[in-house]
Nanobody, 127 residues
């Protein structure tokens, strides 16, 4: 199983980016999927997630209304649209998915619930 994250970069405050996470050997439509991030000197934190059934989504309060998670089942790819970026959004962003299907509408927020991780993509927001 391999998750390949991409799309990070340097952007000014107020700008936008779209992160992508493509999977091989793992089907996103059969599993929950999430994005986490880790800022310098801080612990990794949950950002957004989507359930394996029904397309339910969940967002951290800090990104609600600015970030959008989506999934393209045909491409087996998950996206995270980042809008209205702030300097405090600067972090390495990771996509993740569990190896077990779990409850259809469950969106785990603890990183220990995720077995598969992408390599991370760096988002830097300048003020």
């Amino acid at each position: 199983v391999q998750l390949q994250a991409s799309g990070g970069g340097l952007v000014q405050a107020g700008g936008s980016l779209r992160l992508s996470c493509a999977a091989s050997g793992h089907t996103f439509s059969d599993n929950a999927v999430a994005w986490f991030r880790q800022a310098p000197g801080k612990e990794r934190e949950f950002v957004a997630g989507m359930s394996r059934r029904g397309g339910a989504t969940l967002y951290a309060d800090s990104v609600k209304g600015r970030f959008t998670i989506s999934r393209d089942n045909a491409k087996n790819t998950v996206y995270l649209q980042l809008n209205s970026l702030k300097p405090e959004d600067t972090a390495v962003y990771y996509c993740a998915s569990p190896s077990v299907k779990g409850w259809p509408t469950l969106i785990p927020q603890k990183e220990g619930m995720y077995n598969y991780w992408g390599q991370g993509t760096l988002v830097t927001v300048s003020s």
